[in-house]
Protein backbone atom coordinates (compact mmCIF):
# COMPACT_ATOMS: atom_id res chain seq x y z
CA UNK A 1 0.00 0.00 0.00
CA UNK A 2 2.70 2.58 0.49
CA UNK A 3 4.47 2.24 -2.62
CA UNK A 4 1.13 1.76 -4.64
CA UNK A 5 -1.68 3.16 -2.99
CA UNK A 6 -4.16 0.79 -4.36
CA UNK A 7 -6.74 1.13 -1.80
CA UNK A 8 -7.73 -2.32 -2.60
CA UNK A 9 -5.36 -3.33 0.31
CA UNK A 10 -6.88 -0.66 2.71
CA UNK A 11 -10.20 -2.33 2.23
CA UNK A 12 -9.13 -5.99 2.63
CA UNK A 13 -7.42 -4.79 5.79
CA UNK A 14 -10.49 -3.46 7.27
CA UNK A 15 -12.64 -6.36 5.92
CA UNK A 16 -10.58 -9.06 7.55
CA UNK A 17 -10.80 -6.79 10.54
CA UNK A 18 -14.21 -6.12 10.85
CA UNK A 19 -14.71 -9.98 9.62
CA UNK A 20 -12.52 -11.06 12.78
CA UNK A 21 -14.47 -8.98 15.53
CA UNK A 22 -18.00 -9.87 13.82
CA UNK A 23 -16.86 -13.76 15.00
CA UNK A 24 -14.49 -12.87 18.08
CA UNK A 25 -16.66 -10.90 20.46
CA UNK A 26 -13.70 -10.08 23.41
CA UNK A 27 -12.74 -12.76 25.58
CA UNK A 28 -14.79 -15.42 24.51
CA UNK A 29 -13.74 -18.34 22.13
CA UNK A 30 -11.09 -19.57 21.72
CA UNK A 31 -8.68 -17.19 19.63
CA UNK A 32 -8.77 -15.16 23.37
CA UNK A 33 -7.13 -18.36 25.16
CA UNK A 34 -3.66 -17.18 24.17
CA UNK A 35 -2.08 -14.18 25.50
CA UNK A 36 1.02 -14.31 23.23
CA UNK A 37 -1.59 -14.98 20.27
CA UNK A 38 -3.24 -12.11 21.32
CA UNK A 39 -0.28 -10.19 21.64
CA UNK A 40 0.84 -10.81 18.36
CA UNK A 41 -2.86 -9.92 16.73
CA UNK A 42 -2.55 -6.40 18.67
CA UNK A 43 0.64 -5.68 17.78
CA UNK A 44 -0.49 -6.71 13.71
CA UNK A 45 -3.61 -4.36 14.54
CA UNK A 46 -1.76 -1.75 15.68
CA UNK A 47 0.47 -1.52 12.31
CA UNK A 48 -2.55 -1.78 10.26
CA UNK A 49 -3.71 1.44 11.82
CA UNK A 50 -0.42 2.89 11.42
CA UNK A 51 -0.01 1.74 7.31
CA UNK A 52 -3.72 2.43 6.58
CA UNK A 53 -4.46 6.02 8.85
CA UNK A 54 -4.61 7.94 6.07
CA UNK A 55 -6.43 5.82 3.44
CA UNK A 56 -9.94 7.06 2.88
CA UNK A 57 -10.95 3.33 4.02
CA UNK A 58 -10.32 4.56 7.33
CA UNK A 59 -12.93 6.27 8.95
CA UNK A 60 -13.61 7.45 12.44
CA UNK A 61 -16.41 4.50 13.27
CA UNK A 62 -13.38 1.88 12.35
CA UNK A 63 -10.74 3.58 14.04
CA UNK A 64 -13.40 3.79 16.95
CA UNK A 65 -13.75 0.18 16.59
CA UNK A 66 -9.88 -1.07 16.09
CA UNK A 67 -9.44 1.09 19.25
CA UNK A 68 -11.58 -0.91 21.53
CA UNK A 69 -10.83 -4.53 19.76
CA UNK A 70 -6.78 -3.46 20.69
CA UNK A 71 -7.70 -2.15 24.26
CA UNK A 72 -9.96 -5.45 24.86
CA UNK A 73 -6.55 -7.57 23.99
CA UNK A 74 -4.53 -5.58 26.37
CA UNK A 75 -7.19 -6.09 29.11
CA UNK A 76 -6.85 -9.62 28.07
CA UNK A 77 -2.83 -9.92 28.18
CA UNK A 78 -2.39 -8.24 31.96
CA UNK A 79 -4.65 -10.27 33.49
CA UNK A 80 -2.22 -13.35 32.55
CA UNK A 81 1.28 -12.03 32.95
CA UNK A 82 2.09 -13.88 35.71
CA UNK A 83 1.42 -17.27 33.86
CA UNK A 84 3.57 -16.15 31.02
CA UNK A 85 6.17 -15.47 33.35
CA UNK A 86 6.51 -18.05 34.86
CA UNK A 87 7.17 -19.94 31.56
CA UNK A 88 10.01 -18.35 30.48
CA UNK A 89 9.80 -18.16 27.34
CA UNK A 90 9.24 -15.62 24.35
CA UNK A 91 5.33 -15.43 25.48
CA UNK A 92 6.08 -13.50 28.32
CA UNK A 93 7.95 -11.36 25.66
CA UNK A 94 5.23 -11.09 23.06
CA UNK A 95 2.95 -10.16 26.07
CA UNK A 96 5.09 -7.59 27.02
CA UNK A 97 5.67 -6.36 23.60
CA UNK A 98 1.41 -6.43 23.37
CA UNK A 99 0.95 -4.24 26.47
CA UNK A 100 3.42 -1.90 25.46
CA UNK A 101 2.24 -0.80 22.53
CA UNK A 102 -1.22 -0.52 23.63
CA UNK A 103 0.08 1.53 26.28
CA UNK A 104 1.58 3.50 23.69
CA UNK A 105 -0.27 4.10 21.11
CA UNK A 106 -3.39 4.46 23.44
CA UNK A 107 -2.24 6.64 25.96
CA UNK A 108 -5.09 8.35 26.36
CA UNK A 109 -7.05 5.64 27.56
CA UNK A 110 -7.14 5.89 31.72
CA UNK A 111 -5.73 1.88 31.53
CA UNK A 112 -2.61 2.87 29.22
CA UNK A 113 -1.07 3.46 32.16
CA UNK A 114 -1.44 0.29 33.77
CA UNK A 115 -0.25 -1.39 30.63
CA UNK A 116 2.95 0.59 30.47
CA UNK A 117 3.89 -0.53 34.16
CA UNK A 118 3.31 -4.29 33.25
CA UNK A 119 4.60 -4.27 29.89
CA UNK A 120 8.05 -2.67 31.75
CA UNK A 121 8.11 -5.18 34.62
CA UNK A 122 8.04 -8.22 32.39
CA UNK A 123 10.90 -7.04 30.58
CA UNK A 124 12.93 -6.38 33.75
CA UNK A 125 12.14 -9.42 35.18
CA UNK A 126 12.52 -11.84 32.02
CA UNK A 127 15.25 -10.30 29.34
CA UNK A 128 17.89 -11.05 31.40
CA UNK A 129 17.07 -14.48 32.52
CA UNK A 130 16.23 -15.53 28.60
CA UNK A 131 18.92 -13.90 26.82
CA UNK A 132 22.12 -14.80 27.98
CA UNK A 133 25.41 -12.90 28.07
CA UNK A 134 26.73 -14.90 25.41
CA UNK A 135 23.50 -13.75 23.14
CA UNK A 136 22.18 -17.09 23.02
CA UNK A 137 18.51 -18.09 24.66
CA UNK A 138 16.74 -19.97 26.34
CA UNK A 139 14.56 -21.55 24.41
CA UNK A 140 17.26 -23.83 21.91
CA UNK A 141 15.40 -23.05 19.06
CA UNK A 142 16.59 -20.53 16.33
CA UNK A 143 12.88 -19.47 15.25
CA UNK A 144 12.01 -19.09 19.03
CA UNK A 145 15.20 -16.64 18.91
CA UNK A 146 14.31 -14.59 16.20
CA UNK A 147 10.69 -14.18 17.61
CA UNK A 148 12.68 -13.49 20.95
CA UNK A 149 13.98 -10.73 18.93
CA UNK A 150 11.37 -9.54 16.94
CA UNK A 151 9.25 -9.09 19.95
CA UNK A 152 12.20 -6.78 21.25
CA UNK A 153 12.95 -5.28 18.69
CA UNK A 154 9.80 -3.71 17.87
CA UNK A 155 9.44 -3.12 21.67
CA UNK A 156 12.82 -1.35 21.56
CA UNK A 157 10.64 1.32 18.11
CA UNK A 158 7.81 1.67 20.27
CA UNK A 159 9.10 2.61 23.45
CA UNK A 160 11.98 4.94 22.01
CA UNK A 161 9.24 6.81 19.54
CA UNK A 162 6.38 7.29 22.77
CA UNK A 163 8.81 8.07 25.66
CA UNK A 164 8.87 4.99 26.78
CA UNK A 165 12.21 3.51 26.36
CA UNK A 166 13.72 0.22 27.57
CA UNK A 167 17.10 -0.33 29.52
CA UNK A 168 19.91 0.10 28.07
CA UNK A 169 21.05 -3.50 29.02
CA UNK A 170 17.58 -4.76 27.20
CA UNK A 171 19.13 -3.02 24.00
CA UNK A 172 22.75 -4.48 24.59
CA UNK A 173 21.27 -8.22 25.03
CA UNK A 174 19.54 -7.64 21.76
CA UNK A 175 22.67 -7.02 20.22
CA UNK A 176 24.20 -9.50 21.58
CA UNK A 177 21.15 -11.98 20.48
CA UNK A 178 20.64 -10.19 16.95
CA UNK A 179 24.89 -11.24 17.18
CA UNK A 180 24.46 -14.28 18.11
CA UNK A 181 21.67 -15.95 15.76
CA UNK A 182 23.87 -13.76 12.74
CA UNK A 183 26.93 -16.03 13.58
CA UNK A 184 24.47 -19.41 13.38
CA UNK A 185 23.87 -18.18 9.97
CA UNK A 186 25.40 -19.47 5.96
CA UNK A 187 26.03 -16.67 5.01
CA UNK A 188 25.78 -18.02 1.13
CA UNK A 189 22.50 -20.10 1.26
CA UNK A 190 20.83 -17.74 4.28
CA UNK A 191 19.86 -20.64 6.33
CA UNK A 192 20.55 -21.42 10.01
CA UNK A 193 22.38 -23.92 10.83
CA UNK A 194 20.29 -27.04 12.53
CA UNK A 195 19.32 -27.24 16.05
CA UNK A 196 22.26 -28.91 17.71
CA UNK A 197 20.07 -30.63 19.87
CA UNK A 198 17.53 -32.38 17.45
CA UNK A 199 18.24 -35.87 17.41
Do not use: K
Request: charged content about 20%.
Amino acid sequence: YHYTADERYAATFWTLFEGWNAQNPPQAGPLWICGQESAIRLMGMAFGLWAFLDSPQTTTERIDALIATIAAHADRIVGTTAYARSQQNNHALSEAAGLLTAGCILSELPEADRWRRAAHAVFEDQISRQIYDDGSYIQHSHNYHRVMLHDLLWSLQVGDTHGEPLLADHRRRACLAARFLHAMLDPQTGELCRDILRA
